[in-house]
């Protein structure tokens, strides 16, 4: 079966530090995201590609990169981990237009 | 910008009653698609129901209806006979029918008492 994967599930790392979140879809859907979610803000866009080289940047996009350099993956990159940015990463992928989003099970960072 | 508003942080219902989950958004746009979401305690979301602004008709799934009044710019999700699995986290989401990413409300959170 088709599925949305992230790795890795739960990750601890200090301030100041490069991570990065993995996102893998067997769909061959173009368009993938990444949202973080928090408590009381819901879910927010932080960056989204509609195909391969095309990215673009969302509403909360600062101290976030990623690159699309195939369609199966979009990788998240925090290029300076800030305490701010302890939360839980959720990719998603869609075929286009306006169809729903397919979710991956989330990651959750924790920034000391 | 197109926005998405849920006016009820949390509600909670008895087993086997219904609730009702509202969901304002603001659009220019006259073609979109609205959503509704569940996220239970495992985290992982799951598509609940989908509705197509140009249907008149209000979408079903099962005990899941939404009422869907468009000049009101209102989406709201009732649950009939709510079961304990219905306890989550439940988010309303706009999506415009270009190419454009989905854009979620803050979510509900609703308990569901035996």
């Known amino acids: 079966d088709a599925e949305i994967t992230q790795s890795p599930r739960h990750k601890i790392t200090e301030t100041g530090r490069q991570v990065t979140l993995a996102c893998h879809q067997t769909w061959n859907h173009n368009n993938m995201f990444w949202y973080r979610q928090d408590l009381g803000h819901g879910l927010r866009l932080i960056h989204y590609?509609?195909?391969?080289?095309?990215?673009n940047k969302g509403e909360v996009s600062d101290g976030y990169s990623v690159s699309r350099s195939n369609t199966e993956d979009l990788p998240l990159t925090l290029e300076s981990a800030a305490s701010s940015q302890t939360s839980v990463y959720f990719c998603?992928?869609?075929?286009?237009?306006?169809?729903?989003?397919?979710f991956g099970e989330g990651s959750r960072l924790t920034v000391l | 910008a197109q926005t998405v508003t849920q006016s009820q942080p949390e509600m909670s219902v008895q087993e086997a009653e219904t609730v009702t989950l509202s969901c304002t958004y603001d659009t220019s746009e006259s073609d979109y698609y609205l959503f509704w979401y569940k996220q239970p305690p495992s985290r992982q979301m799951i598509l609940v129901i989908r509705q197509e602004a140009y249907k008149q008709q209000n979408a079903t799934e099962n005990r899941f209806s939404v009422n869907f009044q468009k000049a009101a710019k209102s989406f709201s999700l009732k649950i009939s006979d709510s079961q304990l699995g219905d306890a989550a986290m439940y988010f309303c989401?706009?999506?415009?029918?270009?190419?454009?990413?989905?854009?979620f409300g803050k979510g509900t959170r609703l308990s569901v008492i035996a």
């Open positions: 989401a706009y999506i415009y029918s270009g190419n454009t990413p989905l854009v």
């Open positions: 998603a992928s869609s075929p286009g237009g306006a169809r729903e989003l397919f």
């Open positions: 590609s509609y195909g391969v080289q095309d990215t």
